[in-house]
């Protein structure tokens, strides 16, 4: 399976912000934001929004002095014997303060050996996620998830997938001729989120955004009753600005 080389923004955040984790943990006791910035090159604006996340995320600590240092989020994925469960718990909380920021349930999804899955979720009373009526596996291409990872694939790639799971009607909306599922794909900014507009399901809408990093396939999600639709383009928007975080966590 090849991928397009289509590199999104969060993955330039991603990159810039393992640049800055580096610097700082080459300097044990401490190296100032100046330092930082001669370092790795990074304009000053750019820089302090990365090392606000940083922070905010518990990945850099700033000292008394202004000084940044390794912060303890870095140090609990760093060790081998915490990682899985460090990880999956700052997963956890990253997608749950999400789903509180954009009011809906949100879901982190990667194409692991030719299928969708589904990793991680938040959902919540006032956040419900999707009811998986039909196999998340088998209806890429109706759902916002499944349309965003085969969109970060190559035509071979889409085939193979097409050819193991056909382009089944699930609404009036459904997409089933493959010439215009892929048409849609090609033409989908790689920096615009992937919507569903009750094409996967009725009474449910649902965008996503890539977060592929290296030969890794992945999006982040969200979906919404109906009722809310018109809070779908500003909460699309939310999590295609809040998506570095959880793909920070994914590549350290």
């Not at 599922?181 to 399901?201: N, R």
Request: hydrophobic share 40%; proline share 5%; charged share 25%.
């Amino acid at each position: 399976m090849a991928l397009k080389p289509e590199p999104t923004a969060p993955f330039h955040s991603v990159q810039h912000a393992l640049r800055v984790l580096e610097t700082i943990s080459r300097h044990a006791d401490g190296v100032t934001d100046a330092q930082i910035a001669r370092e790795t090159g990074l304009p000053a604006a750019h820089l302090t929004q990365l090392l606000s996340m940083l922070r905010r995320e518990g990945y850099a600590q700033q000292l008394a002095d202004g000084a940044y240092v390794v912060g303890e989020s870095l140090l609990l994925l760093g060790s081998d014997s915490d990682r899985s469960r460090a990880l999956r718990d700052k997963l956890q909380r990253t997608l749950d303060q999400l789903r509180d920021s954009v009011g809906a349930a949100v879901y982190i999804s990667r194409y692991i050996d030719g299928e969708v899955k589904i990793l991680h979720y938040a959902d919540g009373p006032l956040a419900p996620k999707v009811n998986e009526w039909a196999e998340f596996r088998r209806t890429a291409h109706a759902s916002a998830v499944g349309k965003c990872l085969l969109a970060q694939l190559d035509h071979d790639g889409r085939m193979d997938h097409l050819s193991r799971h056909k382009t089944a009607r699930l609404t009036s909306r459904t997409i089933t001729n493959e010439k215009v599922l892929f048409h849609k794909l090609d033409s989908q900014p790689p920096t615009v989120p992937v919507l569903d507009l009750q094409e996967y399901a009725v009474g449910t809408v649902c965008a996503a955004v890539p977060i592929t990093a290296g030969k890794t396939v992945g999006c982040l999600a969200l979906s919404m009753p109906l009722e809310n639709a018109h809070r779908l383009r500003q909460a699309a928007d939310t999590l295609n600005r809040k998506a570095a975080p959880v793909l920070l966590s994914l590549a350290i």
